[in-house]
């Protein structure tokens, strides 16, 4: 949201400069992420003063040309050659000097240098009005009738104002400060000066017979709606004033009935429009919702489609505007208006919001009414509106000021207790002190006890609804530097931190994935309804959002894979094939049953990898990446996470054509395994990928920063191997828990090194070749115990698995 500083200063007459009321606003919650300065023309005139043409002379070397000498205020005379055919001794003249750069109407700017032109010395410029950016006119210099002083700056002359263009981050919630006088209100609760709102007491209604009926049929959508008729204005150029005022908060200048109505908009923060009256067909304004199917062209162009949810304003043959969000092409403002209709109401922010969203239109208009508007702004904005168009446009205001408010909006109230005020700052305030701050906010105190108060709250603040909201109110007026820290916080008391930092690990997780190639996404958490259902997730089990911007992001996601697969889906169809990429996220679920509905969500880790493995160099050939792959980086992510006793088994699950579970004290800690190609059909990915899943809650829950070390064995370690034949169904995993059950003292290491399948082996039959390393702390191993070892796990082989020993 932009601010123009010049324009606050004329509703609060506060005493900070610019830079000084950006940090006021941002310690009140209003941060300003920008400050920037807006010169009224390029340049400012910085360097132009008024001079006084002492003596005019024909130069000696050109008939064209004079040369003057020029008082500027300075201790000697200017020389400056000038060309001119209007210059002469006597006149004020706008006067560049030397090192001044000009801004001119068209071209470039350049700078002003000392110089010799037809060998006479030249030092600065005469300047004409488009010259320095001031108009179109290059007849002659410009010729002043003033006595200012000589020397007096050109910006002074012309009464150039400079202003600032404060941007302003606002949160959702502060729907009340998205205006100047908004933020004017906040200005006032922090340095206790008032706001002056231009006066309307001169507003009147005309004698002027009212032409337009009104009609508001739909009262939920639309409670207060108020209407005016000014008859024989004329559309015209805005005053400068308007137009600085609109320039310095980036809205382009149209016209002076336009700009009003951008004006009334964001000096005041109430949306208005303004129609041809001549255009409303039959003379009649009617409020309501039409039929579905029924279609309206807007200002931009566009035919919509309302859907029958939609707020229209209309007349007698149909919509011709679409109710706070945008107005209709048919029935604008145009160079030959001549009478309009002002509309000026409050509407059902959630109608607005459904309907911005629908159509995908942001306007200033929707974006301040699906926020809240204030319910009683809407007489005094469209007096002042009036009185702008008579002022800037003319014409008769009519005898007849419609409203239709039917039911009163109240303020609605508030009980918040002095302990919790206290509790929730952190520190105990004077009572005093805070029933000042909140009546400065426009909160009023209906009772106060020695326990607490109880508060109306106007309208306009939706985001004041609760205590706590009160308390926040109370301490960002207050200050949040001025809480001061507990003793009880220190930086050396270290007892009661936690002994895991999830950031930390996080950190450290990510520096090992990146290190291997990995990089780090970040997705959207709110997806389509279907994705969750390619999953096996049934409606009643996803989470919805209440208010979804579109239906295709309108529930929270159950896993992070096709986020990921889109992401992935992005790139290769950019021709970045070969991707290892990982996310931290959330994913979200809720069961439902005899006990009613629970709601669940947590953090996981998902890993993805697709294409080759590596990228193709002379010393490597590039090959396609496997499971083994991915399994490599879990591995080394649960191995950082110091997971020990972890188990394995098939995975069997909706996501994977293959995988396996990794198991920690009988729960699932992580998943990895193939996609679907039927997953990868419906994100769009025409190549392998496989995935992994780390439950990070789980994860740091068992993590633990302990270290133990043990002295590095003295006696060698042993090696046999044994060739196994087993069944096709029993994996490498099943051979190492085995053996690692089956002799849990001298056995320190089992690795697969060949696996081999043939018709000689016999059908559903493969053969591992797999090493086991032995070694005792205590002494060197001997034969016997290290045959009675590897026999006991061959007979554990043959009994368990089924192996037949290839000897």
Not at 56 to 66: G, I, S, W, Y
Request: hydrophobic share 40%; proline share 4%; glycine share 8%.
């Amino acid at each position: 949201m932009l601010i123009s500083y010049n324009a606050l200063k004329s509703l609060i007459d506060f005493p900070q400069n610019p830079e000084e009321l950006s940090a006021l606003l941002t310690s009140t919650g209003l941060e300003v992420e920008g400050l920037n300065e807006v010169l009224p023309v390029p340049g400012g005139l910085a360097g132009l003063v008024i001079g006084e043409v002492k003596t005019c002379e024909p130069h000696p070397n050109a008939d064209k040309l004079k040369c003057t000498t020029v008082d500027v205020g300075a201790a000697e005379l200017l020389s400056i050659v000038c060309g001119a055919p209007n210059v002469a001794a006597g006149q004020k003249v706008i006067v560049a000097t030397v090192g001044t750069t000009l801004y001119p109407t068209e071209g470039d700017s350049f700078q002003i240098k000392k110089s010799k032109i037809r060998g006479e010395v030249s030092e600065g410029m005469i300047c004409a009005e488009d010259e320095i950016g001031l108009g179109q006119s290059h007849a002659g210099i410009m010729v002043l009738d003033t006595n200012k002083p000589n020397g007096t700056s050109a910006a002074d002359y012309f009464n150039l104002k400079t202003d600032y263009c404060i941007e302003i981050g606002l949160t959702p919630n502060r729907a009340d400060a998205a205006s100047h006088f908004g933020v004017a209100r906040d200005i006032r609760a922090i340095t206790n000066k008032g706001i002056t709102l231009p006066a309307v007491d001169s507003f009147s209604t005309g004698t002027a017979e009212n032409t337009i009926k009104l009609k508001v049929e739909n009262t939920e959508a639309c409670p207060r709606f108020c209407g005016l008729e000014i008859i024989g204005v004329v559309v015209k150029e805005s005053p400068q004033w308007l137009k600085d005022f609109l320039g310095t908060i980036g809205v382009n200048s149209i016209n002076n009935l336009v700009d009003i109505s951008n004006y009334i908009c964001h000096y005041l923060g109430q949306p208005m429009h303004i129609f041809d009256a001549d255009k409303i067909r039959g003379q009649e304004i009617i409020v309501k919702a039409p039929q579905k199917g029924t279609k309206i062209k807007t200002l931009d162009g566009l035919e919509r489609e309302l859907n029958g949810n939609d707020l229209a304003i209309c007349d007698a043959e149909g919509p011709i505007g679409i109710a706070g969000v945008f107005g209709g092409e048919d029935s604008g403002v145009t160079e030959d208006t001549t009478n309009v209709f002002l509309e000026v109401a409050y509407f059902n922010p959630d109608w607005v919001r459904g309907t911005a969203t629908r159509h995908s239109l942001k306007t200033d208009a929707s974006f301040r009414y699906e926020r809240g508007t204030d319910p009683n702004m809407p007489p005094y904005a469209i007096k002042s509106a009036a009185l702008l168009v008579k002022e800037l446009a003319g014409g008769e205001i009519c005898n007849e000021l419609f409203e239709n408010y039917p039911v009163e909006i109240k303020n609605h109230e508030v009980n918040v207790k002095f302990k919790n005020i206290d509790r929730l700052l952190g520190k105990k305030l004077p009572k005093e002190l805070i029933v000042d701050i909140l009546q400065k906010l426009d909160i009023s105190v209906e009772t106060q006890t020695e326990e607490g108060l109880s508060l109306s709250v106007p309208p306009y603040r939706v985001d004041v609804t609760r205590e706590a909201d009160v308390v926040e109110e109370i301490l960002r007026i207050y200050g949040f530097d001025n809480i001061e820290l507990s003793e009880n916080l220190s930086s050396d008391y270290l007892s009661d931190f936690p002994k895991v930092e999830p950031d930390l690990q996080r950190l450290k997780v990510s520096e090992l994935l990146a290190g291997n190639g990995f990089f780090e996404v970040q997705n959207l958490s709110i997806v389509k309804p279907s994705q969750n259902a390619v999953l096996g997730d049934a409606e009643e089990t996803q989470v919805k959002l209440l208010n979804p911007l579109t239906e295709d992001l309108s529930v929270m996601r159950n896993s992070l894979l096709f986020s990921g697969l889109q992401t992935l889906a992005y790139n290769i169809n950019r021709r970045s094939k070969d991707l290892k990429i990982y996310e931290f996220g959330r994913v979200y679920g809720k069961k439902v049953n005899e006990n009613g509905t629970k709601y669940f969500d947590k953090q996981v880790l998902g890993l993805w990898i697709t294409g080759n493995a590596e990228a193709e160099s002379w010393q490597v050939k590039s090959t396609k990446a496997t499971f083994f792959d991915l399994k490599y980086a879990l591995t080394k992510v649960l191995a950082g996470m110091k997971l020990n006793g972890l188990t394995t088994d098939e995975a069997v699950e909706a996501r994977f054509e293959y995988g396996i579970n990794y198991k920690l004290n009988n729960k699932i800690i992580a998943v990895a395994g193939k996609v679907k190609s039927s997953h990868l059909k419906y994100a769009g990915v025409k190549q392998d990928v496989f995935y992994a899943e780390v439950d990070w809650e789980y994860a740091l829950k068992k993590y633990t920063p302990e270290v133990s070390f043990v002295e590095i064995p003295k006696f060698p370690a042993v090696r046999r191997d044994l060739s196994l034949v087993l069944n096709k169904e029993v994996g490498f995993d099943q051979i190492k828990n085995v053996a690692e059950q089956t002799e849990r003292k001298l056995l320190t290491g089992v690795n697969v090194f060949d696996i081999y399948e043939g018709e000689n082996l016999g059908a559903g039959k493969k053969s591992y070749s797999v090493s086991f390393t032995l070694q005792d702390p205590n002494k060197t191993l001997n034969d016997k115990a290290i045959d009675k070892t590897m026999s006991r796990l061959i007979q554990v082989f043959e009994s368990e698995l089924g192996a037949e020993i290839r000897r």
